[in-house]
């Protein structure tokens, strides 16, 4: 790992949804990762382990009613979750910037593509008119969109998903922003198309040295694409390491269990998959013990007297009593 | 439209590819659909008749070609020289019909565009801001709405005293709550959707997301509550004037006052009441039938 100053600083980062019945949701607890510049950070974990909710924080664009965010979000030297709204207004887009998961319904359906794309530019680099259509027309050419200044008069549902994606993406870059977050930019596309889009932001986030949080459920664009990945469950950091590291020895049974599950074109033909136990609507609160005991094959009855401490290895973070290699000692 | 051509159409219609966008679709169902074009129709006659009115009339609506054909117990009806009949000041009762058209657009339209530029300013505050400021107006709108329409428009028409002015106020003003409340819960409905936070994230400003964004995507079903309360107001216009609140001119035809007027000579002269009657229901029904089927073909949840 380099020793560079890191670009973003998430510390302990949490964020509580109160609800006017039942006990407030801890959605993230205690989240800390940092981002180096032209970093690719992978955040991973399945649906409700608080990875998107993480990104939304750090964006500032959780609603402001009845979230409680905490902890600090260090971007350069400004904590932004303490920053003004207009600062950060003028951070978005510019500096940092974000790509959604659903292009469906994340470009205006009633807007022409190229007014939506111009208005980053307008915004921030105060282009105009001609120039902004022009800029425009180049940043579509550039993510790999056939006559752009044709696609620039047309609507949303004109386009295809692939094609929406990467219109959303050119707005995400058009300021050369420093980082960039993807919260599963491909979920909502063709497997084929996946592939594509994946290779696209690869190739730009190299390009223009933005560094990427990529936030995904799928291993594979981890293995691809990131430099470190972080696990995330329940949300908590149950494992983070460098990737080489985390998909060559995984020590959190929760990494363990993903990658097991991952079908293999090697495996002997009518080999069973082999899912993680459960679902993770069987946790526990942190509070009580690992989240993730209950699904948990190398459970201890110390997993659920008390949270598991988050300790730091030689390369590593993880949160767990009994993790997977024996190489390493047991802790009591 | 035979049934067969209508099956016909849409069988085509689904073999068509999506093209152009959203409201090009529903212009294209409007125009295959048959009530919205007699709608259209009605709207379109009424609107030529107001506008034509003085090559359409064959006289002056308060000249008296009748004037000595009038007797006390004798209002003559319908004939060939006055195809409608007389009034009862010997007015030639066609001319009188086809020259109201113009008050009642007149009204019907004013009317409309001020109570839509109300209730879009204060829906629009509403909606953007939420909070404190969408509380303190809706709970005003809240109020108005309590308020039976008419009696509201009766009291306001009377505090501004007999004019055509006050009654298209009283008109709009009724409406203002409507259009609010309306757009309010299109732009709720649209805050929190993807591509606003989309356009947050790239650091949009407040104000062109609320009128670049959301603004744009509210505003369909305003345009049909537009072209409902046109109907609306044309009949509360007819509703004021007969209760004597409108202009206060006799010399200007108005088919609420032309209805009011009439009622001491209704078992004599009937047709005095049938062909103003009618004029209001025809353009009220004109406005009703297209607004109704724009709804339909504006809301994806009345497609079939």
């Known amino acids: ?332 | 439209m035979s049934l067969s051509e209508i099956e016909a159409t849409t069988e085509s219609e689904q073999l068509e590819q999506p093209a152009g966008n959203l409201r090009k679709e529903a212009w294209k169902r409007l125009r295959r659909d048959p009530v919205a074009l007699v709608g259209f129709g009605l709207i379109a006659f009424f609107v030529l008749v107001a506008i034509l009115a003085p090559l359409i009339a064959p006289y002056a609506p308060d000249a008296q070609p009748g004037r000595g054909m009038i007797t006390p117990t004798n209002i003559p009806g319908p004939s060939a020289d006055h195809w409608f009949g007389l009034d009862a000041s010997g007015r030639d009762e066609f001319s009188r019909v086809v020259y109201g058209a113009r008050q009642s657009l007149l009204v019907g339209v004013v009317a409309t565009l001020i109570g839509m530029a109300g209730g879009l300013s204060l829906g629009v505050l509403a909606g953007a801001f939420g909070g404190k400021v969408d509380a303190v107006i809706m709970r005003i709108v809240d109020v108005m709405l309590s308020i039976p329409g008419l009696l509201m428009a009766i009291a306001i028409a009377a505090l501004l005293g007999a004019s055509l002015w006050s009654v298209m106020i009283a008109i709009a003003i009724i409406n203002i709550p409507v259009f609010a409340r309306l757009l309010r819960g299109q732009m709720l409905a649209q805050r929190g959707s993807d591509y606003v936070v989309a356009a947050v994230s790239i650091g949009v400003r407040r104000r062109p997301i609320v009128l670049g964004h959301i603004l744009p995507n509210s505003i369909s079903p305003v345009i049909v509550q537009a072209t409902l309360t046109l109907a609306t107001a044309i009949i509360e216009a007819a509703g004021l004037s007969f209760l004597g609140l409108g202009s206060a001119d006799p010399r200007v035809p108005e088919w609420g006052r032309m209805l009011a007027d009439t009622q001491r000579y209704l078992a004599s002269a009937p047709h005095l009441a049938f062909f103003p009657g009618i004029a209001i229901v025809i353009a009220a029904l004109g406005f009703t039938m297209l607004g109704e089927r724009l709804r339909e073909a504006i809301d994806p949840k009345y497609r079939r």
């Not at chain 1, 998107?52 to 409680?68: I, K």
């Not at chain 1, 951070?91 to 319904?105: C, L, N, T």
């Not at chain 1, 933005?210 to 990945?229: E, N, S």
């Not at chain 1, 269990?257 to 079908?263: K, Q, R, T």
Request: glycine share 8%; proline share 9%.
């Open chain 1, 1 to 332: 790992m380099t020793t560079t100053e890191p670009l973003l600083d998430v510390r302990d980062l949490s964020v509580t949804f109160a609800r006017k019945s039942g006990p407030t949701v801890h959605a993230v607890d205690g989240v800390s990762f940092t981002v180096r510049p032209g970093e690719t950070v992978g955040l991973v974990g399945e649906s409700g382990s608080g990875k998107s909710v993480t990104s939304l924080a750090v964006m500032g664009l959780l609603p402001r009613r009845g979230v409680r965010v905490g902890g600090q979000v260090l971007f350069d030297t400004d904590d932004l979750l303490t920053l003004p709204r207009d600062r950060m207004r003028d951070i978005r887009g510019r500096d940092i910037a974000m790509v959604f998961q659903d292009p469906m319904s994340s470009l205006n359906p009633v807007v022409p593509i190229g007014v939506q794309v111009t208005e980053v530019l307008e915004r921030h680099q105060r282009l105009r008119g001609d120039k902004a259509s022009a800029a425009a027309a180049e940043l579509l050419s550039r993510v790999g969109i056939p006559d752009p200044t044709r696609r620039l008069k047309e609507y949303p549902h004109q386009l295809s998903g692939g094609m929406r994606q990467r219109a959303l993406i050119a707005m995400a870059l058009a300021c050369q922003p420093r980082l960039l977050i993807a919260d599963e930019p491909t979920t909502a596309l063709d497997v084929t198309i996946q592939a594509q889009i994946i290779e696209l932001l690869k190739e730009l986030v190299q390009d223009t040295g933005a560094a990427l949080v990529m936030i995904t459920h799928d291993l594979g664009i981890v293995a691809g694409l990131c430099d470190t990945v972080h696990v995330m469950y329940s949300g908590r950091i149950v494992e983070s390491a460098g990737r080489r590291e985390l998909f060559a020895e995984p020590r959190h049974p929760y990494t363990g269990g993903l990658l097991a599950s991952v079908p293999r074109l090697d495996a002997p033909r009518g080999a069973p998959l082999h899912p993680i136990p459960g679902s993770p609507t069987d946790v526990l609160r942190w509070e009580r013990g690992c989240a993730f005991a209950p699904r948990c094959p190398n459970r201890l009855d110390a997993c659920t007297d008390g949270p598991p401490p988050l300790e730091t290895l030689p390369g590593r973070r993880l949160r767990c009593l009994n993790p997977l290699s024996e190489t390493e000692e047991v802790p009591a």
